[in-house]
């Protein structure tokens, strides 16, 4: 596959998914205090990308000459879902604006970018033992998405979109023990040929920097709120003025 192609097919679906984000937490926002968060949260949200994909185009991410080394990838994927993790946990405000479960669970539709892992694996660049669980599982989880999100409030939607979460989290958990396990280092278990390491190089490495840690975090949140978790809205903020309300 021409890099053209990729280009199209991973990076355009990335900025997709940055200004659908955007557009769900503004969406979302009910006082002044949520705005503020909503856009400081979008603007760290463009930044993380712009930095992962400098980083992905200097070849930070390819495979360390040190094979006893963890692998960058796998660092930036931990310190990716740490960060997020800690930010949902100590702002009240961001938390409340992902709780919409509908736009949650379409926001998945990215994981139809898994064709490209098929497609990159006819080719003969990703191994198969890989590209072939981790492709098929996100085109499952991206073709289904918007059906999913649909049922949401009708009978059984609820228990549907467990299913489908959970089913999102072990596709993800697998592509990401695949993709360590077929890739040089201290944690690589099968010597295939190729290997992952296409997976390092850009545009491909924004997937498992960048995309990954965004999806299963959804899928927490999601998840979270459907089991009936505490998530909570802040309270005791000052409402959004409405539009045609200011001067009065």
């Given at each position: 596959m021409s890099q053209t192609?990729?280009?199209?097919?991973?990076?355009?679906?990335?900025?997709?998914?940055?200004?659908?984000?955007?557009?769900?937490?503004?969406?979302?926002?009910?006082?002044?205090?949520?705005?503020?968060?909503?856009?400081?949260?979008?603007?760290a949200l463009v930044a993380w990308g712009v930095v992962t994909t400098v980083l992905t185009l200097r070849g930070v991410y390819l495979p360390p000459q040190d094979l006893n080394r963890p692998p960058t990838v796998g660092i930036e994927l931990a310190i990716s879902l740490a960060a997020l993790t800690f930010f949902l946990v100590a702002s009240?405000?961001?938390?409340?604006?992902?709780?919409?479960?509908?736009?949650?669970l379409r926001l998945n539709v990215w994981r139809l970018v898994g064709a490209v892992f098929l497609a990159l694996m006819f080719a003969g660049q990703p191994p198969a033992l890989w590209a072939l669980p981790a492709g098929v599982g996100d085109l499952i989880v991206g073709s289904t998405a918007v059906w999913v999100a649909s049922r949401f409030d009708q009978p059984g939607g609820k228990g549907l979109a467990v299913a489908f979460n959970i089913f999102g989290l072990c596709d993800l958990v697998v592509a990401i023990g695949l993709g360590v396990t077929t890739s040089s280092g201290p944690a690589q278990l099968f010597h295939t040929?190729?290997?992952?390491?296409?997976?390092?190089?850009?545009?491909?490495?924004?997937?498992?920097?960048?995309?990954?840690?965004?999806?299963?975090?959804?899928?927490?949140?999601?998840?979270?709120q459907i089991l009936g978790r505490a998530w909570g809205r802040p309270a005791l903020e000052a409402p959004v003025p409405e539009r045609g309300a200011r001067g009065r």
């Open positions: 192609a990729l280009f199209v097919f991973v990076v355009l679906p990335t900025v997709a998914v940055v200004a659908a984000m955007i557009y769900v937490m503004w969406s979302a926002r009910t006082s002044a205090r949520t705005a503020q968060v909503a856009i400081v949260a979008s603007v009240p405000s961001l938390r409340s604006l992902l709780s919409n479960q509908r736009h949650l040929t190729p290997t992952a390491e296409i997976m390092t190089r850009f545009p491909m490495a924004l997937v498992p920097t960048y995309l990954v840690p965004l999806a299963f975090v959804l899928h927490i949140v999601s998840l979270w």
